[in-house]
């Protein structure tokens, strides 16, 4: 029996943090290629501490939702959900590269498969895209726009910069967009400044982020100037300095994420059948057809 | 006939035990006791029920038009021979004790919580079929948190259950949101009756109109595990006398990033500030848990931990947040102020942090100002006693601000 865990932070104070966790669960669900998928979180329950005890498959595959490699997946993830002998360099990774590790959790004695982020596979750079396609309605967007994504920065986690610059270098190579830009918000290039560093009158910004909240619905619209104050909402596209800004939210609840927690799963050796086809094509975004 | 043994619808026909269903056994229960009579991992073995068992007798095999079986009532003269015809009407006499044979060991499975709780709900490891069958005819109820579970059985011996809200025991069906699907759960369970976020699922503040009316055993088990996540899996280890406790000291001493600051706060000068979090966070009105977990496997703490059906096995996330702040702020030296109250005022700033504290505040009505929480009276007392800046009797909080 072959069982998917989706790990998340999940939220005290916002109710709508878990939502992109349970969407993505429901659509993963719905394709049948688990017998069961459970969802965990750092700050609700079922918590890390707790999930694996609900599982019931004996082929478990964890997937962390989190858009870095960094503190959650390496340290508190790991030691939650007692993955005995953990240790960091079972990824071997250079901050992009993690890709699974193959350990008994004490917590339940059965061997799980515990999965790299989703924010560093290589399929979140399409569903960047695709969150570009969603915002403007458009499935071809790119020809006269440019596409700003944007993280962090390296002030609490130096791979936070890896993954935007991955996937913006990706995307770049691809020719889709006029222009690609990585933006961060504690350091430069700062999306304070975002008309500064694109030439188009159209630029798609995407935040990198897994659910919206505090940063992607407060920080970034007034940062950015698409509201002087959050409360006062914003129109896509709103037009600053000249520039307008199309502004998408948290990628991660782009129905597409599906997509690559179903990747990592997968490279991680789950049997997925047909799901990965069948999760890109029901999660297409509606308005391009 | 051999066979003597009243079987439980024999019962009921004599009116020996009026109240147990007549149950029609089902073809997938019976084909199920062929399946498992024709395990070829396990030929040889005699499947058990209640009160018989049944083999394969011969070289045949389960299922094959000329096998043979027998029927072996405990302490009785077996019947040998029967054909598979002469064998499904001998269970469907004993239809009962076959539907729950399979009911729990081809629909509820063998995972061990689901199947613990199932047969917990109808006390399956004490009660007879027949007795169980009874009871469940007429509808068992058991209470888990704030749910009201009713378990029934069909005239096919399957099982079907309803959860709702205990305050809506008695409320007509067609009242309730009907759901069917256990992941709607997950809605119910987001916001109170206020329309407030529920931080912490086994809060006792779930709210209530809706209805899952007839489950079955799964969806039953997904249900009650969507509203109160993993509560069953713990209840159950902790029956198994295999519940893993967390305490205090060891939950905090695992802390790292913003929260590694927590295990500063046991000084080795007792545990009395543990007694105050749990009294502020895991009484019974604040949480439905049972707390298992003391400050460490040799100190109790001194507050009660609560009379939950399931058991809290560490410190929550909730918790471990709270405990960050009261850490810092318990790291503050006391000061002496000096403020001018009345005893009225003295008492209504105790009254206030009593409603507060108690959540009362909106039971407290607008013009009732008996009530020293009423809105009218706080703000009388802020008109009074606050300077400009907000310091309580023109007190500043630091004296170098003064």
Known sequence: ?????????????????????????????????????????????????????????????????????????????????????????EWDSDGLSADQATLVAEDVD???????????????????????????????????????????????????????????????????????????MDEDPEVDDLPEYFESDDVVLVPLFIADGYHTQEDIPEDVGLCEDHTEGYDVPTAVDGTRIWYAGAVGTEPLMADVILERAADAGADLGDALATVRETTRVAAGD | MADSTPTASEAAATGDDP???????????????????????????????????????????????????????????????????????????????????????????????????????????????AARYAALAAGVERAWGQLRITARVTDRGERRYEVRHEADAGVPREELTVHDDPLDARDIVKLDERGRYRPLKTAPTLRGGWIFPDVGPKAVYETVETIYPATIANWHREREGELDVSHWRETMERQSGIYGVIRTWDRGEGYEHVNWVAEACCDDSQCLKRREWEYDDETDLDVD??????????????????????????????????????????????AIVDAVADGRIDEIREADTKEGANRYRARFLRAKLFDE???LGGVPTDPDDE
Not at chain 1, 55 to 70: K, Q, R
Not at chain 2, 43 to 58: I, K, M
Not at chain 2, 59 to 75: E, H, T
Not at chain 2, 327 to 332: A, K, N, W
């Open chain 1, 1 to 89: 029996m072959q069982s998917l865990v989706i790990v998340a932070h999940g939220s005290h104070l916002n109710p709508e943090s878990s939502a992109p966790t349970y969407a993505h669960a429901d659509t993963i669900r719905a394709s049948g290629a688990f017998d069961e998928v459970k969802t965990g979180f750092w700050k609700e329950e079922p918590h890390f501490r707790e999930v694996l005890r609900t599982v019931e498959g004996d082929e478990v595959y964890v997937v962390p939702l989190f858009v870095s490699e960094g503190y959650f997946t390496e340290q508190v993830i790991p030691r939650e959900l007692r993955l005995e002998g953990w240790d960091v360099s």
């Open chain 1, 110 to 184: 059965r061997e799980v498969h515990y999965c790299g982020p989703v924010g560093t596979h290589r399929a979140m750079t399409d569903v960047i895209v695709r969150r570009a396609e969603s915002v403007t309605g458009d499935s071809d967007v790119g020809e006269g726009f440019g596409l700003a994504v944007v993280g962090h920065g390296t002030e609490r986690n130096e791979n936070s910069a890896k993954a935007i610059e991955y996937h913006a270098d990706r995307i770049a190579e691809r020719d889709r967009f006029d222009e690609v830009e990585a933006l961060y």
């Open chain 2, 19 to 129: 109240d147990v269903p007549d149950i029609d056994l089902p073809s997938d229960a019976f084909d199920a006791v062929l399946d498992e009579l024709g395990d070829p991992d396990d030929p040889d073995d005699e499947l058990r029920f209640e009160g018989f068992t049944v083999a394969v007798s011969g070289d045949g095999r389960a299922g094959d038009a000329d096998a043979r079986y027998v029927l072996d009532p405990a302490g009785d003269d077996p019947r040998t021979g029967l054909s598979e015809r002469d064998l499904h009407a001998a269970l469907a006499e004993r239809a009962a004790a076959v539907t729950d044979w399979y009911v729990f060991e081809r629909v509820v499975g063998e995972f061990g919580p689901r199947r613990a709780f199932l047969r917990w709900i109808e006390d399956a490891d004490g009660a007879t079929v």
């Open chain 2, 305 to 350: 931990g609560g009379d939950g059906v399931f058991p809290c096995r560490e410190p929550c996330s909730v918790v471990v947040s709270a405990a960050r702040k009261w850490t810092r702020l318990e790291s503050e030296q006391s000061r002496t102020y000096a403020f001018e109250l009345t005893p009225s005022e003295k008492e209504q700033l105790e």
């Open chain 2, 389 to 391: 800046d907000g310091n």
